[in-house]
């Protein structure tokens, strides 16, 4: 199966969203843990740079990333998970 750009940048998202979620819960026992700070780093770049890709090409991914310059577009597409991707 060959995935698109957008399928690709959603899971990339979905993927670093759950280390970030993971490494959270580790931080939270163990917050100077240096190695481990590095790592959220690193994956939170990742996260944000296909977060940003993905909203300036596809729109936003929750309500957070909505541009409201003139109106409130966050209903007008189907939402990510309702398959937007």
């Not at 990333?65 to 998970?81: I, Q």
């Amino acid at each position: 199966m060959d995935r698109t750009n957008r399928e690709k940048l959603f899971a990339c998202i979905t993927a670093t969203s759950f280390v970030l979620d993971d490494l959270r819960i580790y931080l939270d026992t163990h917050p100077n843990d240096q190695e481990a700070l590095d790592y959220w780093r690193k994956v939170e770049r990742v996260r944000n740079e296909a977060v940003e890709e993905y909203t300036k090409c596809y729109g936003p991914i929750n309500s957070y990333d909505v541009d409201v310059e003139n109106k409130w577009t966050w209903v007008e597409e189907p939402w990510p998970w309702e398959g937007r991707c």
